[in-house]
C-alpha cells in the first residue's frame, strides 16, 4: 500500500516507480543540474503516472535546505521519549521531512556534540529535551537553526517550549493519598536539577500544604536515575522503624523500581507516579498515576519548529510556551472515583 494519508502518493511512491532515491525525486523536482537528463526523465514519468503533486509547504521549508529535522533526547529507552519521538515523527511527515534522532542518555556532556554533529549535517531545525539546566550551547545553536525546547523550559534562551503540567499533577496525586489519609508519604524522585523533577517535589509539597501538613524530610529521596537506584532507595526507606505508608515517584522508571521494592519488601502501599506504564492496570496494586498523552508533545514541538521554519525568511513569531494536561488515573483497589482531573488530551 502507497500514499499519504489521505490517499496521495507520496515522493517514496515516485522513488520506487522510477527507480531512485525519494532524495533524488527531490532533486529533479527542484531542478538540480547534476541530475542526468535519464534520471529525470523516468521521475517526470513517474510523477505523471502517479499523479503526484508536491507538497508545497515542505517545498517552501526545504529551499535550499535538507528537509531533516533533528530531535535530541535524553534516553530513549524509557517510553516516554519514544512516544515523543513518534509525535515528532508523524507531523515531520505530515509536512514533507524527514526526523534524524540523537540520544544523550542523560550525559549532559554529550549534549554539544550531539547537537553539532546534527547542525553538521545541516537540519533545518532542532528539537531538544535538555538534559541538564545549563544551556549555553543550544545559544549557540540557535545562531544555526531554530531550537524548540520540549519537557523542560528554556533557561536563559528566548524560544519555544512544550511542556507538561508538571506541578498541577504531582499535586494532585498526592492529595489523592492524603485524602485517604495518608501523612508519611515518602518521595522517590528524579535529580533535583532537573526541572521535571523540581516541579513535581513543588506539588508533592504544595498538597501537604494545603492539607495542612508538612513533608518528612526523611522521607524525601532525591538523585534517583533508574528502576536500580529507586528500587534501593526503597527498600532502605520501607525497611526504616517509621517506614513511609505510602510512595510518590517522579518518573515511570522510579515507580517500576518502586514496585519491585514492595514485592521484594512483601508488603501492599499505595503508590502514585507520574507516567502511566504499561500493565498497571492489572498488577492489582493501589496505584495513582499521573498520565499525559506523550506523543502530544512531540507532535506540538514539531508544529511550534515547523512555523518557526517557514517565518525564517521574515519576522519570526514571539516566543510561546504550550502545556499538555494532565489527568490522573487510579488502579486498584482504592475506593471512591477511579479517575480525576483533566480529561485526556485529543488526539
Known sequence: MTGRRGGGPTMHDVGRLAQVSAMTVSRVLKNDPGVSEATRERVFAAVDRLGYRRNETARSLRLGGTGMIGLVVTNLANPFYSRLALGVQEVATEHGLRMMLSNTAEQVEREPGLIDGLIDHQVEGLIVVPAGSRQQHLASAMRHVPVVLAARPPAGLDTDCVLVEDFHGAREATACLLAEGHTRIAFLGNPPALYTGAERLRGFWAAHEEAGLEPDNALICQGLVDAATAERAALELLNRPEA????????????????????????????????????????????????????????????????????????????????????????????????????????
Do not use: W
Open 244 to 347: 513511609p505508608t505510602a510512595l510518590f515517584c517522579t518518573n515511570n522508571r522510579i515507580s517500576q523500581g518502586a514496585i519491585r521494592a514492595l514485592y521484594k519488601a512483601g508488603i501492599t502501599l499505595p503508590l502514585a507516579g507520574f507516567d502511566d506504564f504499561e500493565l498497571s492496570d492489572i498488577l492489582g496494586l493501589p496505584l495513582t498515576l499521573v498520565s499525559y498523552d506523550a506523543d502530544e508533545i512531540g507532535r506540538q514541538a514539531a508544529r511550534l519548529l515547523i512555523d518557526r521554519l517557514s517565518h525564517r525568511d521574515g519576522e519570526p513569531p514571539a516566543s510561546r510556551r504550550i502545556t499538555v494536561p494532565t489527568r490522573v488515573i487510579r488502579y486498584g483497589p482504592h475506593s471512591g472515583d477511579r479517575s480525576r482531573g483533566a480529561p485526556p488530551p485529543s488526539e
